[in-house]
């Protein structure tokens, strides 16, 4: 496996289940991103993890919650989500030195998440 | 972050040059000029990136005009493979937050 991987690919869940999304880096980076990007809206940062510590959370409703247990991995946590949170979830990861951002962010491919 | 301005949409012929213009009026000294692409449902891509001085990769060159309130990319053969969403973003280098801020793009048709 290269780059960052997503899995799963698509995901439809009712609004009382619980899922996970994974994400896993092969790139050697320390730091892992959710993003969350809905039909013809930009891309919205939700989570950052600097270290495997969160150092950003924009103001995400707490029925997502990230769980990132070592630098290569990083999990989104989901339940009793709404239908307007069908969106594609796109996971990416950096370097980063010194505790400053770099300049490229790597993508993976995103779950397709449809919340009936 | 400063804010950019992108065409909603361009067309380009296979094997032509693309031009995708972007401007960015309030750019401050220390801030960079980035570019990603997204193609239709997949991550998005970096391409590029550039301070003051223009830049060449095997993806695409970019160029920077010297009062840095604009900029252009360009694919010199495009393909269409290329036809995506384009993102040019401004944001600072290695320092700041982490965050990059996605505006809406320009969405790039390439025509056989």
């Known amino acids: 496996e290269t780059g960052v991987t997503q899995t799963p690919r698509h995901l439809v869940m009712g609004m009382t289940n619980k899922k996970s999304l994974k994400c896993e880096q092969h790139?050697?980076?320390?730091?892992m991103y959710w993003y969350k990007q809905s039909a013809k809206k930009p891309l919205e940062l939700m989570f950052v993890?600097?270290?495997?510590?969160?150092?950003e959370n924009n103001s995400v409703p707490s029925r997502f919650s990230p769980e990132c247990p070592n630098s290569s991995h990083l999990f989104l946590h989901l339940h009793t989500l709404q239908p307007e949170d069908s969106a594609l979830y796109l996971c990416a990861s950096s370097q980063v030195q010194g505790g400053q951002g770099s300049y490229e962010q790597y993508f993976g491919p995103g779950t397709r998440l449809t919340v009936t | 972050d400063a804010k950019t301005t992108q065409p909603t949409s361009m067309d380009c012929a296979e094997g032509r040059a693309a031009n995708l213009p972007c401007n960015h009026s309030?750019?401050?000294?220390?801030?960079?000029v980035y570019w990603y692409r997204q193609i239709h449902s997949q991550g998005p891509q970096y391409i590029i990136h550039g301070l003051k001085n223009n830049e060449t990769n095997e993806m695409a060159s970019l160029i920077i005009t010297e009062d840095r309130k604009s900029s252009t990319l360009i694919l010199p053969h495009a393909t269409l493979r290329d036809t995506a969403v384009y993102y040019c973003i401004v944001r600072l280098g290695r320092a700041g937050s982490y965050q990059l801020t996605f505006g809406k793009g320009t969405k790039l048709s390439v025509i056989p």
């Open positions: 993890y600097n270290f495997k510590e969160q150092t």
């Open positions: 790139l050697g980076h320390n730091a």
């Open positions: 309030t750019i401050s000294g220390n801030e960079y």
